[in-house]
Nanobody
Framework: VQLQASGGGLVQAGGSLRLSCAAS????????VSWYRQAPGNQRELVAS???????KYADSVKDRFTISRDNAKNTVYLQMNSLKPEDTGVYYC?????????????WGLGTQVTVSS
């Protein structure tokens, strides 16, 4: 499966962005889709994830500001980011995990840059 992340950009602190992660190609049975981010000099960190049942989890740093959702008809997962802070700056990646014929699968999309100015 190929993942395409989009929606990043430059925004002022307090602003909003919505990221999209669209899946295409050979669709393995996806169990969960997650958003990660990586700031310069930092390790990649988990931001939010959503399961096939719609159950969502968030990093403490983004709770009550970010919302992850999915549109199964469009094979797309969204990350609505509100009240953005400069520390939210980084490259955001989406990741899908699942299986195909019992074999675990994982796919990463190319990142999309989010820059929050103070």
């Amino acid at each position: 499966v190929q993942l395409q992340a989009s929606g990043g950009g430059l925004v002022q602190a307090g602003g909003s962005l919505r990221l999209s992660c669209a899946a295409s190609g050979s669709i393995f049975s996806i169990n969960a889709v997650s958003w990660y981010r990586q700031a310069p000099g930092n390790q990649r960190e988990l931001v939010a994830s959503i399961s096939v049942t719609g159950s969502a989890k968030y990093a403490d740093s983004v709770k009550d500001r970010f919302t992850i959702s999915r549109d199964n008809a469009k094979n797309t997962v969204y990350l609505q980011m509100n009240s953005l802070k400069p520390e939210d700056t980084g490259v955001y990646y989406c990741n899908a995990v699942g299986s195909l014929s019992g074999i675990p699968k994982s796919s990463w999309g190319l990142g999309t840059q989010v820059t929050v100015s103070s």
